[in-house]
């Protein structure tokens, strides 16, 4: 019974990275890469036995594929992030090339708790289309499109991109929303600064190195000083060559803030999504009062709704009873469908929005906790740096004070 | 030098040169052992000794005199520059310096002096210590003109900057076996109002003419030691701007990081004002982005103010040394000149790495302690963001 969260039972992990060259959809000659997705049971490791791990090959556009397919199947859930598609946010020293290695490697990691996300969500990690993704590396494509979602994906982006209002607006949704607006402003910012802040740290640190040389090169014209400022200059290298390792974590701790500001983004578009929701009852609730009034004018004779026919109809002379008759029967249907499409769409409603909520304090939870765990090892980090700071000019002061 | 004492070597202005006895200080060899070996000169006790001067045997007398007479604390004149304040007078404004000085010397009338002084009364002195010490290396004085409208020379930083250079001076001259028993400093720390204001123009022109001819030979009669000499200066002015070079970026790197971390910490805030649980976290990242800010900021400031003046002060010094002169060299005057040079390098020498050792080790203390203001702000959130997470595990 796969009721059960997927990674209860199985460990997933996005193992390697490698480099294909291959013919695109033009014919054309192209370099990407592919990430290794490995897959094996629990229970393996405790048991003893290490059995060869189910693993295949993806890259990242088939892991768009399948974040697009998830999106629009549970437009009520918030779908996990996939990690950027092109390196943002970048100080000088980072490469914002998708081809260098270490981008490459913070991608792995970013597919890597993609998948971790997905399998451990308890709607998520149902869904066999999610399943087939880690299990059947070939002809999954395939069955992706058979499932038909890219039509719907497509009126759904069209009623997403066009601007609409929706008359009572629940007002839970529109704070959520505007949550998600602020959040990703605030991130966005966290992240430029940060990265700007990092970039100038780096050449503080990188500065002192030339303290390493000129000690050196002082020394040798000294006596007495010279062995002093000699050694004080190698730990001003030491010093100087501290930041890589510094910023390399940092890195860390920025890609785990951008995670949720694309989180922030799947938020707002489960809003977006039941405004939209809302807004389809709201049309048909508008169009079948509207027929239920038309029926009434028919049937009482008197207008009080402008309408093309009855304009006509005063034009070229009154219609025939007979006219009438089929008139009334044919709005009757309508009206009767008008009240069915209303049913359907308020509970369509009503289920997005107990869906969407229970899922949306789900990730409110998930949200605290993460990044709270986030500030925690960022302030780590920062201890560790300052206490290698620490080292660091105790060493130079011994060899300063042996001067 | 214990107090009663009897300094033989004590110079008092114009005396003849082959009067003037060598200074080789005790002091300065016994704290240096090393340096008395550089000088070629040996103690009974195993250290070479260069007798071919005829100024070093009576220096060795003197120096075995005045062994017991090793550290600073038989010193018996103790200066200091202090209080500075500003002037206003119709002609002009300036700022005078309270020069204290306490002292057990019988060449003083009184233990303790109190006078005010202003710059161009150091400039006078130092320029009679050149005059009538030509033989010795004079400490150097903080520049003397500033650029009006470019630097203030009333703001408290500068004030406090040219104290501290003043202080050095004083103290230097203060501690010269040779230069401390001058008539002109003894007037300088003694005297209620400084005499020389008529005679100040004749003398500093003749004082210059001096300077020219005595400098001369300074580094111009030049055995091959004092070329070394000559070389290791040029190297080491070259290192020290190296190092000033070094050092100015350094604060300008980190000024422009104490810019983007005074943006930074801010953001925190305005995230934690739309959130709940996450409220108190994220403040107190912001609150500690702002303590490490602050942090930064004294160290930049220290840097600014302590160190960057101090290794400013020995090019100057150096400077000082290095005097162009195109004048004849009078042989016989030229070993005696030389000897005292080579003392007073020796007593350089040792200044210099105590104060580079000093130097040095106050920027380190100071990048110490700036981690650790910052290391004690971060370490002080890690509990409280744990406890809460403790907590809220509890109630869930």
């Known amino acids: 019974v796969q009721d059960c969260i997927l990674l209860k039972k199985m460990e997933i992990s996005v193992a390697e990275a490698e480099k294909r060259t291959g013919k695109n959809a033009v014919n054309m000659q192209e370099t990407y890469t592919v990430y290794l997705i490995e897959m094996r049971p629990v229970d393996a490791a405790s048991e003893g036995t290490n059995p060869v791990p189910d693993s295949l090959w993806r890259r990242y556009s088939e892991f768009e594929l399948l974040r697009n397919y998830l999106l629009v199947t549970y437009p009520f859930l918030v779908v996990p992030p996939l990690p950027e598609k092109r390196a943002e946010f970048v100080w000088h020293k980072l490469s914002a090339d998708n081809m260098d290695p270490d981008f490459v490697e913070r991608r792995r990691v ?14 998520l990690s149902t869904d066999k289309i999610f399943y087939s993704f880690l299990t059947e590396e070939n002809g999954w494509k395939e069955t992706v499109f058979e499932t038909g979602f890219q039509a719907k ?47 100038r740290l780096y050449g503080v640190y990188k500065v002192h190195g030339n303290y390493g040389r000129v000690f050196s090169e002082w020394s040798a014209i000294e006596k007495e000083m010279g062995d002093g400022l000699q050694s004080a200059g190698h730990h001003m290298d030491a010093y100087a060559a501290s930041v890589d390792d510094i910023l390399e974590e940092e890195e860390h701790y920025a890609d785990q803030m951008k995670e949720y500001l694309f989180y922030a983004d799947a938020l707002r578009a489960v809003c977006r999504k039941h405004e939209l929701t809302q807004y389809e009852l709201e049309m048909a609730a508008q169009d079948l009062t509207s027929k239920k009034q038309q029926r009434e004018e028919l049937a009482t004779g008197t207008i009080r709704t402008f309408s093309l026919k009855g304009v006509t109809s005063k034009l070229f002379g009154q219609e025939t009873p007979e006219q009438r008759e089929a008139k009334l029967k044919m709005l009757e249907t309508q009206i009767e469908e008008g009240e069915e499409l209303v049913k359907e769409r308020n ?16 990730f409110k939870e998930q949200k605290d906790h993460d990044l709270r765990e986030a500030l925690i090892s960022y302030a780590i980090m920062q201890i560790s740096m300052c206490k290698k700071g620490i080292q660091v000019w105790n060493n130079a002061k011994e060899c300063f004070s042996k001067m | ?17 082959q009067d003037i006895c060598h200074p080789l200080s005790a002091e300065e060899s016994a704290l240096n052992p090393g ?9 009974p006790n195993g250290t070479p000794v260069d007798t071919s001067s005829p100024a070093s045997s009576s220096s060795l007398l003197n120096r075995l005199q005045l062994d017991d007479d090793l550290d600073g604390e038989t010193r018996d004149l103790f200066v200091t520059v202090e209080d500075p304040k500003k002037h206003v007078s119709t002609m002009e404004t300036y700022i005078t310096y309270r020069v204290c000085t306490k002292t057990t010397r019988t060449e003083f009338d009184l233990p303790e002096y109190s006078v005010r002084r202003r710059y161009q009364d150091f400039d006078w002195l130092r320029n009679k210590l050149e005059e009538s010490q030509p033989t010795h290396l004079i400490p150097p004085l903080p520049e003397k003109f500033v650029m009006k409208g470019v630097v203030d020379r009333f703001s408290e930083e500068f004030v406090e900057t040219r104290r501290k250079a003043l202080d050095k001076f004083l103290k230097r001259v203060a501690d010269h076996p040779v230069l401390s028993f001058n008539e002109h400093f003894n007037a300088f720390l003694s005297a209620k109002d400084l005499n020389k204001r008529q005679g100040l123009a004749l003398l500093t022109k003749m004082g210059e003419s001096v300077k020219y001819v005595t400098g001369g030979y300074k580094l111009r009669a030049r055995p091959a030691e004092f070329a070394a000499m000559g070389d290791y200066l040029d190297l080491f002015t070259q290192k020290m701007g190296t190092i000033d070079r070094i050092a100015q970026r350094i604060i300008k790197e980190q000024s422009e990081f104490l810019m983007e971390l005074r943006e930074y910490g801010p953001v925190y805030s305005s995230w934690s004002s739309f959130e709940e649980d996450l409220h108190d976290p994220l403040e107190g990242v912001s609150g500690c982005v702002s303590n490490c800010s602050s942090a930064l900021e004294e160290l ?27 004048v004849e060299k009078c042989q016989d005057r030229v070993e005696c000149f030389n000897a005292d040079l080579k003392a007073d390098w020796d007593r350089w020498e040792n200044n210099k790495r105590q104060d580079f050792r000093q130097l040095l080790t106050g920027m380190a203390n100071k990048n110490i302690q700036h981690y650790e203001k910052c290391l004690a702000a971060w370490e002080s959130l890690v509990p409280l963001l744990q406890d809460k997470q403790e907590a809220e595990g509890e109630t869930s």
């Open chain 1, 110 to 123: 970013g597919l890597e708790n993609f998948l971790l996300r997905v399998a451990s969500h308890p709607d």
């Open chain 2, 1 to 17: 030098m214990s107090a009663g004492a009897p300094r033989s070597l004590a110079s008092s202005g114009q005396k003849s040169i």
């Open chain 1, 153 to 199: 994906a497509d009126s759904r982006l069209k009623a997403l991109n066009a601007t609409f209002r929706v008359k009572n607006p629940d007002k839970r949704f529109a704070e959520m929303k505007h949550y998600g607006d602020e959040l990703q402003s605030v991130i966005s910012q966290l992240l430029r600064v940060r990265a700007r802040a990092a970039d």
């Open chain 2, 300 to 326: 930049t400031e220290d840097m600014s103010e302590d160190f960057l003046p101090v290794l400013r002060e020995y090019v100057l010094y150096i400077e000082s040394m290095k005097v162009p002169s195109d």
């Open chain 1, 347 to 362: 509970a369509e409603c009503e289920e997005f929005v107990k869906s969407a909520w229970v899922d949306i304090e789900r």
């Open chain 2, 35 to 43: 340096s008395a070996a550089d000088t070629g000169l040996i103690l």
